[in-house]
């Protein structure tokens, strides 16, 4: 069923995105992903099996954090909605009236959050 939905979508919107992974010597993986029109976002992550210790990929991943200067005490928007929000913002502005997107960032999306 999905992929017949699928067969039927078409792209609206497009941009281009340079990715750099980096692996730390500690197993923490850090990827910065620069897209075309000027936005910049990064994540740090440990990849761990199932049942593995989540405390600790927790703890690295803050540790990791630290030393990058990054507090983490704030939400981040991604790609797509920075791209709607700067290029379409009235359709961006009608996805989350719909609650299609949900802004992480209610004070910068001026809506506040679904849910």
């Known amino acids: 069923m999905l992929g017949a939905q699928m067969s039927t979508c078409t792209s609206q919107r497009e941009f281009t995105t340079i990715r ?3 692996t730390l010597d500690d197993g923490v993986h850090i990827d910065l992903d620069e897209a075309d029109f000027g936005y910049s976002v990064g994540e740090i992550e440990v990849l761990m099996p199932e049942g593995g210790d989540i405390q ?3 703890d690295k991943i803050g540790r990791t954090a630290k030393k990058l200067g990054v507090t983490g005490d704030q939400g981040v928007d991604g790609k797509l909605s920075v791209y709607l929000q700067r290029n379409y913002p009235e359709h961006y502005a009608r996805l989350l009236s719909q609650h299609i997107l949900i802004c992480p960032l209610s004070a910068h ?3 506040l959050p679904y849910g």
């Open 20 to 22: 750099r992974t980096f």
């Open 56 to 58: 600790a990929a927790l």
């Open 109 to 111: 999306c001026g809506l």
